[in-house]
Nanobody, 124 residues
Framework: QVQLVESGGGLVQAGGSLRLSCAASGRAFSTYVMGWFRQAPGKEREFVAAISRSAGTTDYADSAKGRFTISRDNAKNAVYLQMNSLKPEDAAHYYC?????????????????WGQGTQVTVSS
């Protein structure tokens, strides 16, 4: 089992950047596929990005491509989401998720563990 704690959210102006972090506790972090999802008020949770266990494979939602970068540091049990050129529509509660084994997945139902999330607000 793994516990996930997100941090790094906040208020940023449109065009600005934020780096989200997700710290994982528990054993064998490197065996987990990691993902980032987000949920805005009144909307369903949606996929943002995912990274494979060795960081050799990544996947992004179309809305994130070219602006967001997912990375991980298995030695530090952490995964990151660098978000650049933020837009007001990026405002949401961002969640870190983990899946034991498997490949990179872009649906929330494939992930077994979730953090409490961190809020990102983008002002126009």
């Amino acid at each position: 089992q793994v516990q996930l704690v997100e941090s790094g959210g906040g208020l940023v102006q449109a065009g600005g950047s934020l780096r989200l972090s997700c710290a994982a506790s528990g054993r064998a972090f490197s065996t987990y596929v990691m993902g980032w999802f987000r949920q805005a008020p009144g909307k369903e949770r949606e996929f943002v990005a995912a990274i494979s266990r060795s960081a050799g494979t990544t996947d992004y939602a179309d809305s994130a491509k070219g602006r967001f970068t997912i990375s991980r540091d298995n030695a530090k049990n952490a995964v990151y989401l660098q978000m650049n050129s933020l837009k007001p529509e990026d405002a949401a509660h961002y969640y870190c998720a983990a899946r034991s084994g498997g490949s990179v997945y872009n649906t929330q139902y494939e992930y077994d563990y979730w953090g409490q999330g961190t809020q990102v607000t983008v002002s126009s």
